[in-house]
């Protein structure tokens, strides 16, 4: 069943979150039919829109991979899947981190200054 390949290298290359989710929509359309059947209903329901689905679909999918109790290979196919959604979610929070390290503060200093401001 396992023949889908994972899509760390994408997830691990993506800039914006908009990568992020292509990745994991190009994922998703390797799948096969019988390990698409392991995504749970309502990821299916909801679709793989935005960043915001991706952290929705990794805790849907982390809590069908703790609780399957079905074949072993269906159970090592669920669980890559829960994977690749894992992280590609902390792919965006990673994401959200630089950009708010990026972001000056109000008083010109960026976060991850230790410098005091100009005397």
Aim: aromatic share 4%.
């Amino acid at each position: 069943m396992r023949s889908t390949s994972s899509p760390n290298f994408a997830l691990s290359q993506a800039r914006i979150e908009v990568e992020v989710v292509a990745a994991l929509l190009d994922y998703l359309a390797r799948l096969t039919p019988e390990e698409m059947a392991l995504v749970p209903i309502d990821c299916k329901k909801q679709g793989l829109a935005g960043a915001a689905q991706v952290g929705e679909w990794a805790v849907a999918l982390t809590r069908a991979d703790l609780s399957f109790t079905g074949s072993r290979e269906e159970a090592d196919a669920l669980h890559d899947i829960s994977i690749a959604f894992v992280e590609g979610s902390s792919r965006i929070a990673q994401m959200a981190q630089e950009a708010r390290l990026m972001t000056p503060r109000a008083n010109g200093d960026r976060p991850g200054d230790t410098a005091g401001p100009p005397a």
